[in-house]
Structures are given as structure tokens and as C-alpha cells.
């Protein structure tokens, strides 16, 4: 069949012989060239070096080096200039803009020569190969057996879907799953758009590449690390795990560190790749100045959940000094968390910890030094259409040198369970809820209670567009206490309490929606009636208050029902919300929202605090700013007013902004000392002098180019006119290298935790691991890696 200069032909795999030694430029000899290549049972779907099919999502690498696999059934098709076939050599040549598609694959070249003598098919020049994961293979000369296990390539340069490359002046595969490269180089980086000749951000050269399938390793011999085109580190050996495989045992990248603290230290983790579902990490860390901090972390998958196993140490030889508090020659923990599910409803789990003192962790660096308190749970947790129950035992403790005694604690244990009935009673809904907690503090004492609540509510809304809805609550509590002494009036209490109230009362919202142009305008005044009987049953300073002491009076709880954060105290008496709220929506998805209240207490006995806001008659007024511009700026306010002279009590401003190059995030808090309430005061929070406690937390980036950042942080303390941490920093960012060099300064001092200034390099480098170093002024400190390597 005649097409003109060039040809295509559809063929299925068969057999048959060669014909005459030349040919015109016709479909006959298009035929007869792949009755050659198809006669050695020739298929895409074996070893060559050169094209794969990843599984993994960890690294298109491995499309380079496993074997494709192709469907024979599949029609191949070609298209030449010109075929040349010789009959006295056998072989066969398809010469001028050769392409062959099979299986989702397609193979370019100049020239293909077919030899049948040898069993081996040769692509000539500008060969590329494209496979169904999208790597190009590109070479100027490729050699395959005829079952392409074995072949040998020449000029070989690998690209894949996601710009990772392997180039080489040759590539072999021996023994169907050893594949060798020789004088090549491997990087993850994308080449540069206006210079695409330009060194990479970062490759691995080497003389010799081998990659074990069998094994799942890739060994570089007498090999240099290249940044930016300049030799920086020459490693005679380096093995790595094929970037395919998910885990594989090995040495994970070493860590070096140098403060005044711990002096120098060297950490070289081993990772053991024990089984498919558990492993474990070895990474002992030697100190020059605290000993050899020993270090492992088991982790392990189970059919119904998992678990892990943190554990750290260190023995004193008598080389070294603890803290004079520490009466042992041993410092150490155990972290540990699990997660299991009993059924599609039910799970449990538990995070605890367990040390040996209180810095330990901290001193070592293996919690942040801003950490002070210490939480362990055990807990059992269901969650099922209308139905929410958990039970959780606790054990807390403070880590501060100022102990507060309250704050060591054990819950054995506290049991939650809400209900939501799924039909309306009387038109509204009815829900359920009971808490029960036994609850012992390391000062001798005992808190136990059970509370039953039950809550309806229904709203309603008539024909012009008002909102009712009425409210109503009953409750009942039953306390045990032992030796409780009340802080403010010195009067013991034991025995069991009995307390209850009910709750009735109503909210009105009128709505007023406008539009002005695009915007969409809503006014919502809001009013709130509370009517609750003066007393409760009991006196409520005979019951410990272990839950609601972080009372913020704000915006946000202006129309909660009972504002306080726990179930030990319970609003009394008559009161009264009102406010107004006002939104603004643009189509775009912008907003501009304002709220702005007070609370009055109408009758009866008034449970709070005058410090608290709420202490008085007519409560301080309460305002809410909340800004949000597209995607781009957003801003909180809240603040808080004082009923009679306006004064500002307290303020919290949080935004964050990303205009341009700039990505801002500013925080700040002020508190005036009339507002800082008893129940909320602690050793390490009292303002003695009287003073407005101001502090200031910010951090950003300032975009350079776009590889280059200026980083910075602070947090300061305003009233003490001191700053508390602060940092510089410059970043370094591509898309196959992270480089970030920054200084950061403490002035937090606790027990033997003392101020500290640290330079600390992060490094990132694409499917290789990433390696954190911090100094302080005579040295470093801190890095962790991914990947494992021998």
C-alpha cells in the first residue's frame, strides 16, 4: 500500500521471515521491518534500565529503574522515510524520523537496526523514549536485547513527569536487575527555564551509579555533592534506598549540634526496618558536657490502630553534673502515644509521658523550653448519630519552679455523655447531657461530682422577619469533697454538696438586611432575658473550683447562657444580654463583621468577679472587629471596655496579611490589672506592681526574589520593656533545595534553663533527607533527616 513518503503500518505480534534486500518507500517494507521486530518476541514490558512504571508517590525516580510493563496484545504502530533490509547480513533498518507507539510507549529515533544474528534491536540517533508515567529517556545511541532484559545505552539522559534526571555517558543492565551508570548524575532540580544548560541547584556525581533492584539500593562510587555547579563534599562511597521503596534499614543523615548547654554533640540514628507494620529508630546522642543522651522511638500498626514509643536517657558516670536537685544518677522519659478503634464508633487511646524531673525534656532540647505543664490521658471515646460519650482519666503537673500546688492533679476519671433527641418536643429540640469526674490534687484534695443537665430550645421566626427563641434548662449537681479550703475565705469544707438550678428565658434578633451596590449590609440587634433562682442550694465557695477558671469576658460569650468555662460554678439570679451586631459580605467572599454589647445582672446574687468585667450591675461594654479581605488581609479585634470611665480593661489584636512579598502575622495583648480576676492568678502570673501587662508577637517574610526570603520573629514584653525571644533569619527556597540560616535569642530562664542565643542552618534537599543544624555563639545545635542511607 502506497502513503507517500512515509508510512504506517498496524501489526500484531507473528513470525514470519525477511524478504528481498531493498526496497521502495512502500508499506511492504514497512511490514517486513516488524516481522523482523516482532520475530524475536520482542515486547516493552521487560528490564530496559531506561523506562518504568512507578507504584510509589515518594520519587518519579523510580520510574527510571524498574521494567515497563506492556500489554503484547496491544497494536503496534510505526511510521519511517525509508526501510532498508539485507537479506545477506539479516538485518533490518528503518531509517528518517522513526516512530514506534506500543503499550502506551513511544519510541523516537533517526535510525532503527534490527539484527537477527544477535538478537539486537539499535535505536541511532536523537533516541527518546517516553513511557506511560511520562519519563523521557533520551540518548544518542540504545542497544536491547531482543527480550529487552540486557542492553547497554549510550549518551543516556533521563527525564521524568516531575523534572527529576539521570544523565550518563553510558548505561548497562546486567543480569536483568542491575543497572549501571557510569560518569553520570543524578538531581531532583528543574533545569532553568532561560538557561537550561546552567548547573542544577544541587546533583550527585559519581563515576559509577548502580542500582539493585533485588536489593532496592543505589550505590554512587567516587562521587561529589554539586551545589550550584561548584564540588562541595567528594564521598567515596554513598548507598541509598531506591526512592521507590517506602522503608528500608539504614542510617538516617547524622546530626551535629554545639551549645554552652550540652557542649558538642553527635547523634547517628539507625533505622531498623523490622516488618511491614512496626520499626524501630536507635539514635544514641553524645554530649561533651551532659553525657550520652540514649535515645529510641517504636513504632507499630496494628489491624485496628497504632502505637509508638518514645524513650530517652542518660546515666551519670560521675564525668558530668546533673542539677543540684536532681538526687540521681539517672535523667530520662517515656513519650508515648496509641490510637485504637473497637468498632466504627468506638475508639481508644492514650498520650502520656513520664520523667524523671522537670527539665529534663526541656534541657535536652527534646520539648521546647516554652512548655510548662505536663498532660497524660488515657481515654475511651464513641461518637454515633445523635449520641457522644467519652471517658478519660488524666493526670496532670506543673513544670515551673513556682509550683502551683492546684496544678498537680489525677482525674480517675471524667465521664462525658450528651444525647440530642432526633424528634422536636413541644416544636424545639430537647438534649441531654451528664458529666461525672473523681478528682484527687497532690495537696490531699479530693473533688468528686455528677452533673445532670437537660436543655430545650426552639426557634422561631414570624412573618417580618424577627427571631424568638426561648430557652429552658434544668440541673442538678451532687459534689464530695475533702479537705478543700477556700483561697479567698480560709474555710474548710468536706462532706457532699448538693446544688441545682433551672433556667427559663429568651433571645430576640431583628435582622435588617440592605444591599448598597454589591455589598450586602445586615443590622442585628440582639436581646437576651436570664431568669434563674438567687440561689443554688449551697454556698459555692465550699466546692473547688477546677474548671472554670479561665473566664474571658469577650464578644464571644456576651450571649452564652452561662458564662462560665466549666461546670464548677453556675451563673445566678436574673440577667440580661443586649447588642447589636453588624455584617458587611462583598461577592467576593470579603467580610467586615462588628459586635458590640453589655451584660446587666437584673436580680438576685451575682456570681463573678468585679475584676472579671461582669462583677457588677451593669457589666463593661464588650466590642468584636472582625476583618477579612479576600485571601489577602485579615484582622481580629477584641476589646473590652470599663462600665464607667470607658477605660480599656483589655485588648487582643491578631492579624496576618500576604500582600505582594510580604507574608505578616502580628499578634497583641494588653490587660489592665483591674481585670485580671483572682481565680486566674498564679505564682508566675501575679502583677504585683499594678502595671498594664502589654506584650507584642509578631513574625513574617519578606520575599526578596523568588528563591530568597528575609525571615524574622519576636515576642516582647512591653511593660517590662524586655524582649523574650526574637530572630532573624534568611531563606533560602527552590523546588529541590531548602537553605535556611537563622538567629534566634531566649531570655527564658527556669530552674536550670538558661537564657540562650542560637544560630540554626536548615537544610532540605529534595528525595535525600533534610538536615537541621543551630548554633548558639560558640557553635550548633539540632538537626533530624528522612531517608536512610549506609
Not at 481508644?348 to 527539665?359: F, L, P, R
Request: proline share 5%.
Amino acid at each position: 500500500m502506497m502513503l507517500g513518503n512515509r508510512s504506517l503500518m498496524r501489526t500484531r505480534r507473528a513470525k514470519p521471515g525477511l524478504a528481498a534486500s531493498k526496497a521502495p518507500r512502500l508499506g511492504a517494507w514497512i511490514r517486513a521491518l516488524f516481522v523482523c521486530l516482532l520475530a524475536g518476541s520482542l515486547t516493552f514490558s521487560t528490564t530496559a534500565p531506561a523506562v518504568a512504571a512507578s507504584k510509589q508517590k515518594q520519587s518519579d525516580l523510580g520510574t527510571i529503574l524498574k521494567p515497563p510493563k506492556v500489554d503484547s496484545t496491544e497494536p503496534m504502530l510505526l511510521q519511517a522515510d525509508e526501510m532498508i533490509y539485507d537479506n545477506e547480513n539479516n538485518r533490518v533498518t528503518a531509517k528518517g524520523n522513526v516512530e514506534i507507539y506500543y503499550g502506551n510507549y513511544t519510541l523516537l529515533a533517526d535510525q532503527v537496526i534490527y539484527d537477527r544474528n544477535a538478537n539486537t534491536l539499535a535505536a541511532q540517533g536523537n533516541v527518546r523514549i517516553k513511557d506511560p508515567e511520562g519519563a523521557i529517556i533520551t540518548s544518542n545511541q540504545m542497544t536491547l536485547t531482543d527480550d529487552f532484559r540486557d542492553g547497554f545505552i549510550d549518551a543516556l539522559r533521563v527525564v521524568t513527569k516531575d523534572d527529576t534526571r539521570i544523565v550518563a555517558q553510558t548505561a548497562s543492565r546486567e543480569a536483568g536487575n542491575v543497572t549501571v551508570f557510569h560518569n553520570g548524575w543524578f538531581t531532583p532540580c528543574k533545569p532553568c527555564e532561560e538557561d537550561p544548560d546552567r548547573p542544577p541547584t544541587w546533583r550527585i556525581r559519581a563515576k559509577t551509579i548502580i542500582h539493585r533492584k533485588d536489593e532496592a539500593t543505589i550505590t554512587y562510587r567516587n562521587g561529589f555533592f554539586d551545589f550550584f555547579g561548584v564540588p562541595i563534599i567528594w564521598v567515596p562511597y554513598f548507598q541509598s534506598a531506591d526512592p521507590t521503596v517506602k522503608r528500608k534499614s539504614g542510617f538516617l543523615m547524622p546530626m551535629y549540634t554545639q551549645s554552652d548547654r550540652l557542649g558538642t554533640t553527635v547523634t547517628v540514628p539507625y533505622y531498623f526496618a523490622l516488618s511491614d507494620h512496626y520499626d524501630f529508630t536507635f539514635a544514641p546522642m553524645y554530649t561533651s558536657e551532659q553525657g550520652v543522651l540514649w535515645q529510641g522511638s517504636w513504632r507499630q500498626r496494628l489491624a485496628s490502630g497504632g502505637y509508638r514509643v518514645d524513650l530517652a536517657g542518660v546515666f551519670n558516670d560521675g564525668s558530668f553534673d546533673f542539677p543540684k536537685d536532681i538526687n540521681s544518677d539517672f535523667r530520662g522519659s517515656v513519650v508515648t502515644q496509641g490510637k485504637f478503634a473497637l468498632n466504627p464508633y468506638w475508639s481508644w487511646g492514650w498520650d502520656a509521658i513520664a520523667e524523671s524531673d522537670d527539665t529534663f525534656r526541656r534541657f535536652y532540647n527534646l520539648d521546647s523550653e516554652l512548655k510548662t505543664d505536663r498532660v497524660s490521658q488515657l481515654y475511651l471515646e464513641g461518637l454515633h448519630d445523635r449520641n457522644y460519650a467519652s471517658m478519660r482519666f488524666y493526670e496532670t503537673g506543673t513544670l515551673l519552679r513556682t509550683k502551683d500546688p492546684l496544678a498537680d492533679a489525677a482525674v480517675y476519671p471524667i465521664i462525658d455523655y450528651d444525647y440530642i433527641y432526633k424528634n422536636p418536643i413541644i416544636g424545639g429540640e430537647l438534649s441531654f447531657n451528664s458529666n461525672i469526674m473523681a478528682l484527687a490534687n497532690a495537696d490531699g484534695t479530693d473533688s468528686n461530682r455528677l452533673i445532670v443537665q437537660t436543655a430545650w430550645r426552639r426557634q422561631m421566626i414570624d412573618r417580618i422577619g424577627e427571631v424568638f427563641t426561648p430557652f429552658a434548662q434544668l440541673r442538678g449537681d451532687l459534689y464530695g469533697v475533702n479537705e478543700f479550703v477556700d483561697p479567698a475565705t480560709d474555710v474548710p469544707s468536706s462532706g457532699a454538696l448538693v446544688r441545682g438550678t433551672a433556667v427559663g428565658g429568651a433571645e430576640y434578633r431583628y435582622p435588617f438586611i440592605g444591599t448598597t451596590g454589591s455589598v450586602a449590609h445586615v443590622f442585628e440587634p440582639i436581646a437576651q432575658i436570664i431568669g434563674r433562682p438567687d440561689s443554688v442550694g449551697v454556698d459555692q465557695s465550699e466546692i473547688p473550683n477546677e474548671d472554670a477558671k479561665s473566664l474571658v469576658f469577650d464578644d464571644t460569650i456576651l450571649f452564652d447562657i452561662d458564662k462560665f468555662s466549666g461546670y464548677d460554678r453556675i451563673e445566678t439570679g436574673t440577667r440580661a444580654n443586649v447588642g447589636v451586631r453588624y455584617t458587611a459580605q462583598l461577592p467576593s467572599g470579603a467580610y467586615a463583621r462588628a459586635v458590640f454589647g453589655e451584660s446587666y445582672q437584673l436580680a438576685g446574687q451575682n456570681p463573678f468577679n468585679e475584676n472579671s468585667g461582669l462583677g457588677t450591675t451593669s457589666s463593661d461594654y464588650v466590642t468584636g472587629l472582625y476583618l477579612q479581605a479576600a485571601k489577602y488581609l485579615s484582622l481580629t479585634g477584641q476589646a473590652r471596655f470599663n462600665v464607667d470611665t470607658f477605660d480599656l480593661m483589655r485588648t487582643d489584636l491578631g492579624s496576618t496579611a500576604n500582600l505582594g512579598p510580604v507574608d505578616l502575622t502580628l499578634n497583641y495583648a494588653e490587660i489592665a490589672p483591674e481585670a485580671v480576676t483572682p481565680d486566674v492568678i498564679t505564682p508566675t502570673t501575679k502583677n504585683d506592681d499594678q502595671e498594664r501587662r502589654q506584650e507584642i508577637l509578631g513574625k513574617g517574610a519578606l520575599s526578596l526574589t523568588d528563591t530568597w526570603a528575609l525571615l524574622g520573629s519576636v515576642r516582647y514584653d512591653l511593660q517590662n520593656q524586655q524582649t523574650i525571644s526574637d530572630g532573624v533569619g534568611l531563606r533560602y527556597q527552590d523546588d529541590c533545595l531548602t537553605l535556611a540560616v537563622t538567629y534566634e535569642q531566649s531570655n527564658i530562664q527556669d530552674q536550670d534553663i538558661q537564657p540562650e542565643q542560637r544560630v540554626m542552618v536548615n537544610l532540605a534537599l529534595k528525595y535525600l533527607g533534610t538536615y537541621q543544624l543551630q548554633t548558639d555563639a560558640f557553635g550548633a545545635f539540632g538537626p533530624e533527616a528522612s531517608n536512610t542511607t549506609d
